[in-house]
T-cell receptor, first 113, second 118 residues
């Protein structure tokens, strides 16, 4: 079975632009979470979605938004990009929302110039 | 406040020896989960082991075991018979409820970089 997939793998944007990152969970998994990992730090939780509803939110500004589609794939959107948004964005999926282990994708490396 | 603390920024271990990576946590939730992940230089987070707060026995997965001491709020990872391929960043993480609202939050520590020496 395929693992969690993310696209694109790398992305370069300039300040003020908008970006959309995509994630496909493991087949059968209904929950998707998004994390931001700045170089040298641990991942920071952004959102969790389960059955297309937001089930958890970290301390990120409203410039960050996400949604989950009927096929359980997900998009993370970031508006008005700042230099500080440069990071590895990780997507993780789990079977259900609350008790299952999360399995991570390879990430999208975003560079904001 | 919910928090994960990893006090060892870097560790060295000789090949074939055991190593313990420390993790302490803080939460007021009664129900929570503790995880360890490995992150090689490639960047992908690899799940290693899980311990639920109500699990009475320490979790084990192959060469990985989690030394869970609930009263001390610690969840140390023990890697036995270290291999060169174990060299990576290791993160301790916690899943905790958001004030019993039915939503969840995942908190990661700052990580420990392990280097296995030949």
């Amino acid at each position: 079975d395929a693992g969690v997939t993310q696209s694109p793998t790398h992305l370069i944007k300039t300040r003020g632009q908008h970006v959309t990152l995509r994630c496909s969970p493991i087949s059968g998994h209904k929950s998707v979470s998004w994390y931001q990992q700045v170089l040298g730090q641990g991942p920071q939780f952004i959102f969790q979605y389960y059955e297309k509803e937001e089930r958890g939110r970290g301390n990120f500004p409203d410039r960050f938004s996400a949604r989950q589609f009927p096929n359980y794939s997900s998009e993370l959107n970031v508006n008005a990009l700042l230099l500080g948004d440069s990071a590895l964005y990780l997507c993780a999926s789990s079977l259900v929302e609350s008790t299952d282990t999360q399995y991570f994708g390879p990430g999208t490396r975003l560079t904001v110039l | 406040a919910q928090k994960i603390t990893q006090t060892q920024p870097g560790m060295f271990v000789q090949e074939k020896e055991a190593v313990t990576l420390d993790c302490t946590y803080d939460t007021s939730d009664q129900s929570y989960g503790l995880f360890w992940y490995k992150q090689p230089s490639s960047g992908e987070m690899i799940f290693l082991i899980y311990q639920g707060s109500y699990d009475e026995q320490n979790a084990t997965e192959g060469r990985y075991s989690l030394n869970f001491q609930k009263a001390r709020k610690s969840a140390n990872l023990v890697i036995s018979a270290s291999q060169l391929g174990d060299s990576a960043m290791y993160f301790c993480a916690m899943r905790a409820g958001e004030n019993n609202s039915g939503t969840y939050k995942y908190i990661f520590g700052t990580g420990t970089r392990l280097k296995v020496l030949a």
